[in-house]
């Protein structure tokens, strides 16, 4: 058996055995590998952090992110590649470029999708709407209105992705605007309740368009423990159903791996943020059986 089949088999068996399935019931052939790499907050992080960074040293950086995602993608080429918002704003690379750069070199990586965070209406919905043709991936989000500016028909409110016969419907939610972003930066755009929205959009990819995973964009924060009015990642997977896995932005939050919480249905949601700054990338790994039932494992990776 060749080194690369063995491993790939090696590790299908063991996401199965964790839960107590063998693959001795199933065909090889049938079971599909997909890959879900994701970042959030990266904040116009182009460069490494230096040697004597006090709380990030050797971290992070574009060119280490892009060999790793290109390693993984040798490994298995059936990859998504996902970003829950927040590209800009955080060093002088966006001051002046204005987030050329920062779409530029999501692109170069291929990235297939984005959801849009509150710093990126930094230099307003004129100064994104220019840069827009510097990214080859698509801006998801289903819960902000932009019919009345310059932004509007520039974003999806979902996209489904066939990988290898695994159908992966993906939509986004952002946090609410009012309060957190200066106005005359998001002028018209309408901010949706992000559950009500969810409902909506679950019922058209999960039952209608019958998705075999379903993803949720987030940046609307993972959790606000002084603050139990306000909607989270965490509230948001327990209010609603038919979402697999919610990639997460906004608090920069450090998981190690995915929070598992129930939604309103019983079933398991998984709840992944990988931080800030492009220091970590999340991949969580998915093996789908013959009938679509799916096993995972997961890992947040320091670049």
Do not use: W
Not at 213 to 232: E, F, P, T, W
Request: proline letters at 3%; charged letters at 25%.
């Amino acid at each position: 058996m060749k080194r690369r089949e063995f491993i790939e088999k090696t590790a299908a068996s063991t996401a199965l055995l964790s839960l107590g399935l063998s693959l001795s019931s199933f065909e090889t052939n049938d079971i599909k590998h997909l890959t879900v790499l994701h970042t959030n907050d990266v904040h116009s992080h182009i460069d490494p952090f230096p040697a004597d960074d006090p709380r990030n040293p050797n971290k992070g950086g574009v060119s280490r992110r892009a060999a790793l995602i290109e390693s993984i993608r040798k490994e298995n080429p059936n990859l998504l590649l996902l970003d829950a918002g927040d590209i800009f704003q955080g060093t002088p690379y966006f001051n002046y470029y204005g987030g050329e750069l920062e779409f530029k070199l999501m692109s170069m990586m291929k990235y297939d999708a984005s959801t849009i965070g509150n710093h990126d209406f930094d230099n307003g919905l004129d100064g994104l709407y220019a840069q827009l043709p510097h990214a080859t991936f698509d801006f998801i989000n289903s819960n902000y209105d932009f019919k009345n500016t310059v932004m509007d028909g520039q974003v999806k409110p979902y996209k489904i992705f066939n990988k290898n016969g695994i159908k992966v419907g993906v939509f986004g939610v952002g946090i609410e605007l009012a309060g957190l972003v200066d106005k005359k930066m998001y002028l018209e755009t309408v901010y949706n309740d992000p559950v009500e929205v969810a409902q909506d959009m679950t019922k058209l990819l999960k039952q209608e368009q019958k998705c075999d995973l379903v993803i949720c964009l987030s940046h609307i924060g993972y959790n606000y423990k002084d603050d139990a009015s306000k909607i989270s990642d965490l509230k948001f997977a327990a209010q609603t159903q038919d979402i697999d896995l919610i990639i997460g932005g906004h608090t920069h939050t450090f998981l190690d791996k995915p929070t598992i919480v129930k939604n309103k249905a019983g079933k398991d949601v998984l709840v992944n943020q990988v931080g800030c700054y492009g220091i970590n990338l999340g991949r969580i790994d998915f093996y789908f059986d013959k009938n679509k039932v799916h096993t995972n494992q997961s890992a947040s990776i320091v670049v």
